[in-house]
C-alpha cells in the first residue's frame, strides 16, 4: 500500500490539514499541537472504525467547542487498487469509498467501510500495519512482529520455504493442549504422577495381603508340622518307657552285686584291725630292744666325749690366769707414766711461769723509771706559776710600761752633763763618777738634785706636765709590778723563761704518761703486780715440790718435747691395756662357754643313763608278761585269716565288672533324659498348636482372600490405566518435541533474511561491526557490537528506540516486493545524539527507496540529515 | 435313583479382568448358580446333591461371601453333600468347621469330613463316601487311600466323592496328590462303588470308558480355557445302568479369540461378529489381532473397541497375540493437509514408526488432532483476518 494524499479537517485542534505523502520518504514538521500526531490517528481510524462508531476515542476527535464532524480522507494505492477513501465521524457522520482503479467504482456506509477493509486486509498485513505505526509516546523499543502472517510469508519467501498454509498454528496449538494434558508446558513434569501413585499403593497393599495370606499358610504348615510331631512323639513314649524298665532292672542287679560287696568289705575291716595291733604289738617290741641297744651306744659316745670338754676347760683357765698378771703389770706401768707426765706438764707450767714473771718484772721497773720522771716534771710545774696568758698579760705590761716612759722622757727636760773633769757626783743622793768627756743624760722627770760635790748644788725642777707622764710611768710601773708579783716572777725575762720552762715540763709529762701507757698496753699496773706476786709464788712452790735430784729442763722447748714424750708413752700403754683387757674378756667368755658345754654334757650323760636304766627294767617287765614268740604266732594267724576274705571279695569285684554297671548307669540315665524330653517335647508343641490353632481360628471369616483377590483387580485396573495413560502421554510428548523442533528450525530460516536486512540498516547507524541474534519470535536478543554480545533490555532508551526503528524498516522492506505497508514515525529519535541522528537519517533514507516512510517531527533539526525527503510543513 | 453331580464352586472368586462391576455380578452369579443347582435338582427330581471339591475358593473368605453361600445352600431342597478340595482343604483353618458354617448351615448339608460312608438321608442302602483334602499339599491319592480302607456293603449304592487330577489327565505324573484312574476304574468294575464324582476340573469330562466316573466341571465359567463349563451333571443309577445327563447352570461367557485385520473389511466383519454376539454384560471377550492398517483404520478399530468395551461386562486386547503394524499409507497422506514445519513433523515421524511404537502412536494423535479421517476430532480452528 502507498498512502498518497491525506486531508483533515476539523480534527481535534486542526481546522484542515492536506497533507501529499511521497513514494519514499515523507517528512513532516511543524510545531507541537499543530496536529502531526493526529494525522496518524486520523489515519489508524480511518482504516479501522466506521464512521457511526461511538468509541471514546472516536468521540474525542470532535473539536472542542465546535459542534462539527470530524472528516479524515486519504487516496490510497493498493495493489491494482487507487481509490480515495473518506470517513467523517460524529456530527453528520459518513462513509465515501471512491474507487478509480481498476474499475471506476463508487460506495458509501458501511459497504464502502468493509470495501475498504477487504481490499486493505487482501494487500497488506493489518498487523503488520499496527506494528510499523510508530505513536507518539508509545514504547517504540521493542516490536512484535510475530502475529504478522504477511511478514511471515515474506520471510518464508527469502528464505526459500515451502509455504506456509496458516494452518500450522491451529494444529500447534491443538498439539500443545494435548500434551498440556499429560504434562506441564513449562517444566515437562508429567500430570499423571497420581495414577502412578494409585499403582504403587495397590501394589503395596497386594504385597501387604499377599504377605499376610503367606504368613497364615506359614501358620497352617506349622500346625501341620506341629501335629504331626505331636503324634510322633506321642508313639515314641512307649517305647522309650520300655527303655528305660529294661535298663532299670538290670541296675537293679548290678545294685545287688554292689551290696554284697560292701557287705564283705565290711566284713574284711575288724580283722584288718586285729592285724594291725598284732603287728604293732610285734613291731613295738622289736622296737623297744633296738631302742635300748642304741641308747647303750649312745650313752657311751656321750661319756667318752666327757674328758676332751675337761681338758679345754683347764686350758682355758691358764690362759685367764696369764691374761690377768699381763694385765696388773700394765696398770703399774701406767701408773708410772702418768706420774712422768703430770711432772713434765708441771715443769713446762714453771717454766712458763718463770718467763712471765721475769718479763711482768722488767716491764714494771720500767714503769716505775717513768714515774720517777714524771714526778720530776710534776715537781718542776709545781715551782712555775705563770701561765701563757700571764706571760702575755706581763709582757703586755712590759711593753705599756714602756711606752709611759717613753712618752715620759720624750716630754721631760733633757739633763746633759758632761764632765769636763773627773769629778764625782751626786745626783738624787746617787754618786755618779765620770771621766772627763763623759757624759751624762738625764731626763728631768722629777725634781732632780744635782749636787756637785764641793761646788754646787743644782736643783732642777720639771715641769708640771712633766709629773703627770710620771705618774703614768709610775701606774704602769706598779701594774707590771703587780703582775710580775702575782705570778712569783721578778721579772718580764723570767716571765718569759719561766713560761717556756712550764710549757716543756707539761710536754715531757704527756709524754711520760703516753710512754707508761705503752709500756703497760692497757694492763692495770696493780693486776700486773698482783700478777706478779702470783706468778712468783708459783714459781716458789714449784721449785719447793719439785725433786731436787732431776734436773729441770733446759728451756720450754725441751719441757715441751718432755711432755710429748710422756702423753706418747702413756698413750701406748693404755692401747696395750685395752687389748689386753678385750684379749681376756674373750678368754674368760670362753672360758665360761666351755665349762657350760661340760656341765651340759655331764648332765646328758646322768640323764641317758637314767632312762636307760628304766627302758631295761620295763623291757624286762613286757618280756615276762608276754614273751616274743606269742607275738609272732598272733601276727601269722591273723594274716591267714584276712587272705581268706580278700580272695571272696576279687570274686565278687570281678562278677560285678563283667555287668558293666558304668555303662548301665550311662544308658539308663539316657533312656530317662529322652522319655523326660519327649514327655517335655510334646507338652511344647501342644501350647505351640494351641497358639497357632487360637491364631487360625482368628483368621478365619476374616476375608484375607476376597480383599487380595480385589486389591488385585484394582492393581490391574489400575495398570492398565497407568499403562494406557503413559502410552498416550509418550506418543504426546514425542509428537510435541518433533513439532517443536522442526517449527523451531522454520522459525530459524524465517529469522535470517529480518536479521539481515536489520543488520544492514545496523550497520549504517552502529559501524561495520553491528550484528544482532533475533528469537524465534523475531525480537531482538542481543546486540553484537565489536564481538561482544549484550542484551537488548540492558541497551540505552536511544538504542532501543533506533533499533526499534530500523526493526521496522526492515520488515518494511521486507514486505516492500508484497504491496508493502508504511512505516510511519511519528516524533521519534529524541534520545538520539548528532552523530546517531545523521547516520539514523541515512538508514532511514536507504529504506526510503524500497518501503514509504513517513516521519513526523516537531523539531526539523532532527531529520536534516534525510537526504532524498519531501518535505511538507504544517 | 437321581442325584446331582457337580464341583468347583470356587465361592469367593473373583476375576483381575473385570470391572468392579461386573466382578460383582460375576461373584453375584457363582450365588445363583447354587440357586439354580437347587431348581434343577428339584425340576429333575434328584434326590441328593455332591459337590466334588473346591466349594470355596478360599478358607479365608469374607463372613459376607460365606454368608451368602450358606443362605444360598440352605435354600437348595435336597440333601448337599460338600467335599473338601484343594482351595477349601480340612486344615486347621477350614470354612467347614468355623462358628459361622456350624451356626447358619442347615442340616441337609452335609460336610464330607473322612472317609466313613455316609448314609444319604432318606434314602435306603445309598451311601456317599468321600476322600476329603486335609491339607493344599495331600502327599498321597487320598482317593485310593479311602478305598483301600472302605468295607465291603453288597446291596448298599456307593458314590465315591474325589478331587484331584487322575493320573491319565494330569500333567505331571508325579505329583502325591494324582489320582490313580486305574484304581478307580477297578473299584467301579469290582462294584464296590457305583459311581465317582470327581471334581477339580472345570470342564466337564468323562473319564475312561466306564462312563461311571466323571468330572462334572465347574456350574460358572472361571477361565477362558475351560472346555464345556456352565454345568452340572445329572447322574441316574439303576441297577446296572448309568446314565448322564448335562445340565446348563450359567450364562457367563468367557471368549477368547484372535481376529486378522488388514482393510475396512475386516473391520466390518469383526464389528458385526461384536454385534451378534448375545448376552454381551455377562460376556468377557480377549481379542488379539494381526495384520497390519493404516492409520485410518486403526483409529477405526479404536473407535469401535472404545464404544463397544462399555457393553461387554470385559473387552480387552489380548496384548500378547496382537501383532498389528499401524503403517501410514497415502490415503493417510490425504485425509490431512499438513505443510510447512507441520508437514516436516509428519514425515520424521513416519521414518521412525517403523521401529518405533511410539512414534506410530504420535503420528496417529497427529492424524487424529489434524482431523484426519475416522479420527472423529475437531477441523483445525480458523484463524480470522488472514489473507488468501
Redesign the interface.
Known amino acids: 500500500m502507498k498512502l498518497l494524499t491525506l486531508i483533515l479537517e476539523n480534527w481535534r485542534g486542526v481546522s484542515a490539514s492536506h497533507i501529499e505523502f511521497d513514494g519514499g520518504v515523507t517528512l513532516i514538521e511543524g510545531p507541537n499541537e499543530v496536529g502531526k500526531s493526529s494525522l496518524v490517528e486520523a489515519l489508524r481510524m480511518l482504516f479501522r472504525d466506521k464512521s457511526g462508531s461511538k468509541r471514546k476515542e472516536v468521540q474525542a476527535v470532535q473539536p472542542v467547542g465546535d459542534d462539527v464532524g470530524s472528516s479524515v480522507a486519504a487516496e490510497v494505492r493498493c495493489g491494482e487498487y487507487h481509490f480515495t477513501y473518506s470517513k467523517t465521524y460524529n456530527r453528520k457522520h459518513g462513509t465515501e469509498l471512491r474507487i478509480l482503479a481498476p474499475r471506476a467504482e463508487q460506495l458509501t456506509g458501511d459497504d464502502a467501510h468493509n470495501r475498504a477493509w477487504d481490499i486493505l ?2 494487500h497488506m ?3 503488520l500495519w499496527d506494528a510499523l505505526l510508530v505513536e507518539q509516546g508509545k514504547e517504540i523499543g521493542g516490536v512484535k512482529l510475530a502475529d504478522s ?2 511478514l511471515a ?1 515474506a520471510l518464508d519467501n527469502a528464505a526459500g ?15 500443545q493442549a ?1 500434551y498440556e494434558r499429560y504434562f506441564t508446558l513449562k517444566t515437562g513434569k508429567p500430570r499423571y504422577a497420581d495414577a502412578q501413585q494409585r499403582v504403587e499403593e495397590h501394589q503395596e497393599r497386594v504385597q501387604q495381603l499377599q504377605a499376610t ?1 503367606r504368613e ?1 499358610d506359614d ?2 504348615r506349622r ?2 508340622h506341629v501335629s504331626a510331631e505331636i503324634s510322633r512323639l506321642q508313639r515314641a513314649v512307649p517305647e522309650l518307657e520300655a527303655a528305660q524298665k529294661q535298663y532299670s532292672q538290670r541296675w537293679a542287679a548290678i545294685d545287688g552285686l554292689q551290696s554284697r560287696l560292701t557287705a564283705k568289705e565290711e566284713e574284711g575291716k575288724p580283722l584288718q584291725d586285729l592285724l594291725n595291733h598284732a603287728r604293732n604289738q610285734w613291731q613295738q617290741r622289736q622296737q623297744a630292744a633296738a631302742d635300748i641297744a642304741r641308747r647303750a651306744q649312745e650313752l657311751e659316745q656321750k661319756q667318752a666325749a666327757l674328758q676332751p670338754l675337761a681338758e679345754q676347760v683347764a686350758e682355758l683357765e691358764r690362759n685367764v690366769q696369764v691374761g690377768d698378771a699381763t694385765q696388773k703389770e700394765l696398770q703399774t706401768r701406767r701408773r708410772a707414766l702418768q706420774q712422768a707426765l703430770q711432772q713434765a706438764r708441771r715443769d713446762a707450767a714453771y717454766l712458763q711461769d718463770a718467763a712471765e714473771l721475769a718479763r711482768l718484772q722488767q716491764l714494771l721497773a720500767r714503769v716505775q723509771a717513768q714515774r720517777g720522771e714524771l714526778a720530776a716534771a710534776r715537781k718542776l710545774l709545781e715551782g712555775i706559776h705563770i701561765t701563757s696568758a700571764g706571760r702575755r698579760e706581763i709582757q703586755d705590761a712590759a711593753s705599756a710600761l714602756d711606752v709611759a716612759r717613753r712618752t715620759r722622757d720624750n716630754a721631760a727636760t733633757r739633763v746633759r752633763i758632761e764632765a769636763l773633769q773627773a769629778v764625782d757626783w751626786r745626783l738624787n743622793g746617787e754618786t755618779l763618777s765620770l771621766r772627763p768627756g763623759e757624759t751624762l743624760e738625764r731626763q728631768v722627770a722629777a725634781t732632780l738634785q744635782l749636787e756637785i760635790p764641793e761646788l754646787a748644788r743644782i736643783s732642777i725642777a720639771p715641769a708640771a706636765s712633766a709629773g703627770e707622764l710620771a705618774a703614768e710611768v709610775d701606774a704602769r710601773q706598779q701594774a707590771l709590778d703587780a703582775l710580775l708579783a702575782g705570778f712569783q716572777v721578778h721579772s718580764v725575762e723570767q716571765a718569759i723563761t719561766r713560761d717556756e720552762q712550764r710549757a716543756d715540763a707539761e710536754q715531757t709529762v704527756r709524754t711520760l704518761r703516753d710512754r707508761i701507757d705503752d709500756t703497760l698496753q692497757g694492763a692495770d699496773e696493780e693486776s700486773l703486780q698482783a700478777d706478779c706476786t702470783r706468778l712468783q709464788q708459783a714459781c716458789d712452790d714449784a721449785l719447793q715440790q719439785r725433786d731436787p735430784g732431776q734436773p729441770l729442763p733446759a728451756s720450754t722447748h725441751e719441757a715441751k718435747q718432755q711432755l710429748e714424750t710422756a702423753i706418747e708413752a702413756l698413750d701406748a700403754c693404755e692401747s696395750e691395756l685395752d687389748q689386753e683387757n678385750g684379749r681376756l674378756q674373750e678368754q674368760r667368755a670362753e672360758l665360761a662357754r666351755a665349762q657350760a658345754n661340760q656341765q651340759q654334757a655331764s648332765v646328758e650323760v646322768n640323764a641317758l643313763a637314767s632312762v636307760l636304766d628304766d627302758k631295761r627294767s620295763s623291757l624286762a617287765t613286757a618280756v615276762e608278761a608276754e614273751p616274743d614268740a606269742a607275738l609272732e604266732q598272733a601276727v601269722t594267724e591273723r594274716e591267714q585269716q584276712l587272705a581268706a576274705i580278700t580272695a571272696e571279695l576279687e570274686q565278687l569285684r570281678a562278677q560285678l565288672a563283667a555287668e558293666d554297671p558304668d555303662t548301665v548307669k550311662l544308658q539308663l540315665d539316657n533312656a530317662s533324659h529322652a522319655l523326660r524330653r519327649a514327655e517335655r517335647d510334646i507338652i511344647e508343641q501342644q501350647q505351640e498348636q494351641a497358639v ?2 487360637s491364631r ?1 481360628d482368628r ?9 487380595l ?2 486389591a ?6 489400575a495398570e492398565d490405566t497407568l499403562a494406557a495413560t503413559e ?2 502421554a ?3 510428548k ?2 510435541w518435541d ?2 517443536n ?3 523451531d ?2 522459525r530459524q530460516a524465517y529469522v535470517r533474511p529480518l536479521r539481515e536486512g536489520i543488520q544492514n540498516l545496523g550497520k549504517i547507524v552502529f559501524g561495520s561491526d553491528f550484528d544482532i541474534t533475533l528469537a524465534e519470535d523475531w525480537t531482538i536478543l542481543k546486540v553484537i557490537r565489536g564481538g561482544l554480545p549484550i542484551d537488548f533490555d540492558a541497551l540505552s532508551v536511544g538504542a532501543k528506540e533506533q533499533l526499534g526503528i530500523l526493526t521496522r524498516l526492515a520488515a518494511a522492506r521486507i514486505v516492500a516486493d508484497e504491496g508493502g505497508v508504511p512505516v510511519i514515525i511519528d516524533d521519534a529519535l529524541g534520545f538520539s545524539d548528532p552523530s546517531r541522528l545523521q547516520s539514523m537519517g541515512a538508514a532511514i533514507a536507504a529504506a526510503g527507496r524500497d518501503a514509504q516512510v513517513v516521519v513526523l517531527t516537531c523539531t526539523p533539526g532532527r531529520f536534516m540529515y534525510l537526504g532524498e525527503v519531501g518535505v511538507r510543513r504544517l | 435313583m437321581k442325584f446331582i453331580h457337580t464341583s468347583d464352586w470356587q465361592i ?9 462391576e461386573a ?1 460383582a455380578r460375576y461373584s453375584q452369579a457363582r450365588i445363583d448358580a447354587i440357586r439354580a443347582l437347587g431348581e434343577l435338582a428339584e425340576k429333575h427330581h434328584a434326590k441328593f446333591m455332591v459337590v466334588a471339591g473346591d466349594v470355596f ?10 454368608s451368602r453361600a450358606l443362605d444360598a445352600l440352605n435354600s437348595v431342597p435336597v440333601p448337599v453333600f460338600l467335599l473338601p478340595g484343594n482351595h477349601d482343604p480340612l ?3 477350614t ?1 467347614f468347621r ?3 458354617f456350624r451356626e447358619q448351615a442347615r442340616s441337609h448339608i452335609i460336610v464330607v469330613e473322612n472317609s466313613e460312608p455316609i448314609p444319604v438321608p432318606g434314602l435306603l442302602n445309598v451311601e456317599v463316601v468321600g476322600a476329603p483334602w486335609f ?2 499339599r495331600p502327599g498321597t491319592d487320598l482317593c485310593a487311600q479311602t478305598l483301600k480302607a472302605l468295607q465291603p456293603a453288597p446291596g448298599v449304592t456307593r458314590i465315591l466323592l474325589g478331587h484331584g487330577q487322575v493320573d491319565s489327565l494330569s500333567p505331571d505324573h508325579s505329583q502325591p496328590g494324582v489320582i490313580s484312574q486305574a484304581l478307580l476304574e477297578q473299584a467301579l468294575a469290582e462294584g464296590r462303588v457305583q459311581y465317582v464324582a470327581l471334581g477339580d476340573r472345570h470342564s466337564l469330562t468323562n473319564v475312561g470308558n466306564s462312563g461311571r466316573l466323571c468330572y462334572s466341571g465347574t456350574p460358572l465359567v472361571t477361565d477362558f480355557d475351560e472346555v464345556e463349563p456352565n454345568k452340572a451333571l445329572l447322574v441316574e443309577l439303576d441297577n446296572d445302568s448309568c446314565s448322564l445327563t448335562p445340565l446348563s447352570t450359567g450364562i457367563w461367557d468367557f471368549q477368547a479369540v484372535q481376529r486378522d485385520m488388514n482393510d475396512p473389511e475386516d473391520l466390518a466383519a469383526f464389528k458385526q461378529w461384536l454385534d451378534a454376539i448375545r448376552g454381551k454384560e455377562c460376556t468377557v471377550l480377549k481379542v488379539g489381532f494381526t495384520g497390519s492398517v493404516n492409520l485410518a483404520l486403526a483409529a477405526e478399530l479404536d473407535a469401535l473397541l472404545e464404544a463397544q468395551s462399555h457393553v461387554f461386562a470385559s473387552l480387552k486386547r489380548r496384548e500378547r497375540t496382537t501383532d498389528l503394524a499401524v503403517i501410514p499409507d497415502a490415503l493417510d497422506d490425504n485425509a490431512i ?9 509428519w514425515k ?2 513416519l521414518a521412525r514408526a517403523a521401529t518405533d511404537d ?2 506410530t ?2 503420528l ?3 492424524y487424529r ?2 482431523g484426519g479421517a475416522g479420527s472423529g476430532a475437531k477441523g ?4 480470522g ?4
Request: hydrophobic share 45%.
Open positions: 486486509s487482501g498485513d493489518m498487523a502472517d504477511g510469508r520455504g515451502a509455504g506456509v498454509s496458516g494452518e500450522e498454528s491451529a494444529l500447534f496449538d491443538a498439539v494435548e495370606l497364615l501358620d497352617l500346625f501341620e497357632l490353632k487360625l483368621a478365619q471369616a476374616n476375608g484375607l482372600f476376597e480383599e483377590e480385589a488385585e483387580q484394582a492393581l490391574a485396573e502410552r498416550r509418550a506418543a504426546a514425542l509428537l518433533t513439532l523442533e522442526h517449527r528450525a522454520s | 469367593g472368586m473373583t476375576r483381575a479382568f473385570l470391572s468392579q466382578a475358593e478360599s478358607n479365608q473368605l469374607s463372613a459376607q461371601t460365606l486344615d486347621a483353618s470354612l468355623s462358628k459361622a491339607s493344599k493437509a499438513l505443510s510447512g514445519y507441520a508437514d516436516a513433523t520424521a515421524l511410539t512414534a502412536d504420535a496417529r494423535l497427529m488432532l489434524a483445525a480452528a480458523d484463524k483476518g488472514r489473507g488468501a
